[in-house]
């Protein structure tokens, strides 16, 4: 089932799953100010948008022809859950790091070996996590054709971080659309539009102009 990027991103923007800030920036985690913050766990509690995003991200699992559905804990694994369960697949789901206790698993759930292991996630950034997650993954003996994921802010030092590993990775909706969207819907004006595209164009620096590490 085919799911349009455009038509995801008006459901990110009205479901308040993606915030739009150009004037008043967020600070993520690293310290970094964005005009963008991203919550997909609040289509979770939505549920016919939330049966389109299963039955496209299902649809676009089977292309990988996977014998595993894996999911990137923790926001990756409820939708990487109903995926398999759709596809009538095994699942597991890959933390961060391993566990400093008890087994000190990484991968969590059925043995990943000899498996081709699409791994889902809810968002891509700068694809770091991911990718640890997919050599986690490896690791263990499985092939990762790709790493499936319901949104990107496409930035450019993702994409290349993908490259230099040899993974390929989808998304269902992208930064580029969504902020056409938001101008279109009114969301932001054309200054707004201007400063997303500043940003993603070159975050470090516009995080710096913007008082950020």
Known sequence: MDFPPRDLAACLLKAGAVKLQPQ????????????????????????????????????????????L?????????????????RLKLPMAYVRPTPKNHGMGRQVEGPLAKGHRAL?????????????????????EGADVPAVLALFSYGLPQAERAFAEAGIG????????????????????????????????ADTAAWSRAHGGA
């Not at 985690?29 to 039955?55: F, H, M, T, W």
């Not at 559905?69 to 369960?85: C, E, K, L, N, S």
């Not at 996630?121 to 690791?139: F, H, N, P, R, V």
């Open 24 to 67: 008043d920036p967020f600070t993520w985690a690293s310290g970094l100010k964005s005009p963008i913050y991203c919550d997909n766990r609040q289509l979770l509690g939505l549920q016919e948008i939330r049966d389109r995003i299963v039955a496209a991200l299902a649809a676009r699992s089977v292309e990988f022809r996977p014998t």
């Open 69 to 85: 559905i894996t999911g990137a804990a923790t926001a990756g694994v409820p939708w990487a859950a109903m995926v398999a369960d």
């Open 119 to 139: 791994l889902i996630e809810d968002l891509i950034s700068t694809g770091m996590s991911s990718l640890k997650c997919a050599e986690a993954l490896k690791a």
């Open 169 to 200: 990775f989808e998304t269902l909706s992208s930064f580029d659309v969504l902020a056409e969207e938001a101008e279109a819907q009114g969301v932001v004006d054309a200054a707004g539009f201007a400063a997303l595209g500043a940003w993603r």
